[in-house]
């Protein structure tokens, strides 16, 4: 008998591990649905109970913050998402990663200032739009960028105070 309990032992035990291993890697990643909850002027504990924790955490020079890293599945068009808060706890700075090749920075402004976004220069961020944001109508400053590093189009979202800090 103590030979078939430890052999059922370690069936229990590859199988609890299987199971870890897959709700981790489940869990290293934000729906697509969840990841377009994401919005500029949304505090943190609302991005914790709505969409989750972030999959990284990393300091960022440019921005002179950190930025939350989600990794997205299952959408055609985003790799990653990034926030940063500012200091009353709201996001004020959101980006989007594109996927490569699926659009580049200028077919990304072609379509902001289709949408009404207006021209406001360029800067070592990239093409610099500002808009309205549609669900609070503050204006807001929109950076598209070609990230040669990354290969990718790159979308930030500014707060006012954000810009400013970066600027």
Not at 8 to 32: D, G, H, K
Not at 57 to 74: C, D, H, P, Q
Not at 147 to 167: I, P
Request: with cysteine.
């Amino acid at each position: 008998m103590p030979k078939k309990n430890a052999k059922n032992r370690i069936i229990i035990f590859f199988a609890v591990f299987i199971l870890c291993l897959s709700a981790v890697s489940a869990w290293a990643s934000v729906s697509q649905g969840l990841a377009e909850r994401l919005d500029l002027f949304r505090d943190r504990n609302w991005v914790y109970n709505n969409v989750g924790e972030p999959d990284s955490v990393s300091w960022n020079t440019t921005f002179k913050a950190e930025l939350e890293m989600y990794r997205i599945s299952g959408s055609s068009y985003f790799d990653w998402y990034f926030v940063s808060y500012g200091l009353d706890g709201k996001i004020n700075i959101l980006g989007q990663i594109y996927k490569k090749g699926y659009m580049s920075g200028y077919e990304v402004c072609e379509e902001l200032e289709s949408r009404g976004g207006f021209p406001a220069g360029t800067t070592g961020l990239g093409k610099i739009f500002r808009i309205q944001h549609t669900r609070t109508g503050k204006s807001i400053r929109v950076a598209v960028q070609d990230n040669k590093k990354l290969g990718q189009t790159v979308v930030y979202m500014l707060t006012q105070d954000a810009w400013d800090r970066v600027n």
